[in-house]
C-alpha cells in the first residue's frame, strides 16, 4: 500500500488542535494502560493497520502484555479485563460504531458503575478522537513501519 499523502504536512495547525486533544486526554487521570487499550480496540474495529501497531506498541512499553493484547479483539470471551476496563471496552465499541448502537442505555449503565461523570467524557473523548485518528490514517493510507520479515518454517 501506498501513502497517499502526509497529513501531518499537509495540515499542520489541524494536526496540531487534534494533538492538543491528546495531550489533555493523557494528563485527564485515565488510566495510561487503559488510554493504550481503548485506542486499540477502537483501530481493531475501524481496521486501522497504522494506529494498531503504534498502540501496541505504546501498550507494551507501558507494561501491557502480550495475551492482553492479543486477546483484545475478543475481549468478551477473555477473562483477563478488570469490570472498569470491561466497560470502558463496551463503551468504546458502542462509540465507534455508534451509527449501528446508538451508544445504548446498558452499555452507558455499566460504563457510570466504574467511571465518575468527567472520566465517562474523557474516556468519550478519547474514543472520538482515535476515531478521528484512524480516519486519517485509513483515508490517507498511513502504512505502518515494516521491520523483518516473518520468519517461516521449512
Not at 497517499?4 to 485515565?30: C, D, H, W, Y
Request: net charge neutral; with cysteine.
Amino acid at each position: 500500500m501506498k501513502p497517499r499523502m502526509n497529513f501531518f504536512q499537509a495540515a499542520p495547525e489541524s494536526i496540531k488542535a487534534l494533538t492538543a486533544v491528546e495531550t489533555q486526554i493523557q494528563s485527564s487521570g485515565l488510566e495510561q494502560s487503559l488510554i493504550e487499550l481503548v485506542r486499540t480496540r477502537a483501530s481493531q474495529i475501524n481496521g486501522c493497520a497504522f494506529c494498531i501497531n503504534m498502540h501496541t506498541q505504546d501498550a507494551r512499553k507501558h507494561g501491557e502484555t502480550e495475551q492482553r493484547l492479543y486477546l483484545l479483539n475478543v475481549w468478551r470471551e477473555a477473562p483477563l479485563y478488570t469490570d472498569r476496563e470491561r466497560a470502558a471496552l463496551a463503551w468504546t465499541d458502542a462509540v465507534t460504531l455508534i451509527s449501528e448502537t446508538h451508544a445504548p442505555d446498558d452499555a452507558y449503565e455499566e460504563l457510570r458503575k466504574h467511571f465518575s461523570e468527567a472520566e465517562a467524557v474523557n474516556l468519550t473523548i478519547l474514543i472520538g478522537t482515535i476515531n478521528a485518528w484512524n480516519r486519517l490514517a485509513i483515508s490517507f493510507r498511513a502504512v505502518p513501519p515494516a521491520k523483518a520479515k516473518a520468519v517461516t518454517s521449512a
